[in-house]
């Protein structure tokens, strides 16, 4: 069974001299319970690649699977219900909600449909070492504590993807083992396809595979 399944995937911006080829025919096939780490240098693509798997943007050229489902040529509201439902994003900046508590941000991707399969957003909590800090908001939280909280947060619906970017760039050497860690044990217990874009060459050995991108392009590293 495959997770994602990325083919032959370019993506192209603007036209004529002011071409600029972001993806460069990228290939790619996550299996459930796999975790892909993707190095590579600031604008190598490595935004974009998460962008085209998450049905975020959609390529020029190529196709993108989540399990047997093709996101190329699907409509907006479309993608829009498949990413809330299989697809869950870990952000830079952990992206939560200022207002909201903890556990109230684990509760929110529940609100916008019906996820009988849903975690419970209290064990959850706990699985990330967060639920003493059930009642906290952004601002009272630390960068790796927001991050397992983005984490958890991602992991609500029991997505078939996750797609990481760059988890450890605001955190020291300690945390950031601590949140790939994470990341690496809840991909393999509950089977998701995940890809994490990063420049922490020291996080790599939790990881599966891993790749490099370079102007676009995408291959094993040796």
Sequence with gaps: MTGLQITDVSLVHGDGEDTVTALDHVSLTVAPGEFVAVLGPSGSGK???????????????????????????????????????????????????????????????????KYPDARD??????????????????????????????????????????????PTAALDRKRSQEVVELLAAETREHGVATVMVTHDHDVIRHCDRVYEMVDGRLSPKV
């Design 47 to 113: 935004s974009s690649l998460l962008a085209v798997a998450g049905g975020l943007t959609t390529p020029t050229l190529g196709s993108v699977k989540i399990g047997d489902v093709e996101l190329v040529g699907k409509k907006n509201k479309e993608l829009s219900k498949l990413r809330r439902e299989h697809v869950g994003f870990v952000f830079q900046s952990s992206n939560l909600v200022p207002a909201l508590t903890a556990l109230d941000q684990l509760r929110l991707p529940t609100t916008f449909g």
């Design 121 to 166: 957003p209290l064990d959850l909590l706990k699985q990330v070492g967060m639920e003493h800090k059930a009642d906290r908001r952004p601002h009272q939280l630390s960068g790796g504590e927001r991050q397992r909280i983005g984490i958890a947060r991602a992991l609500m619906v029991r997505p078939q993807v996750l797609l990481v970017d760059e």
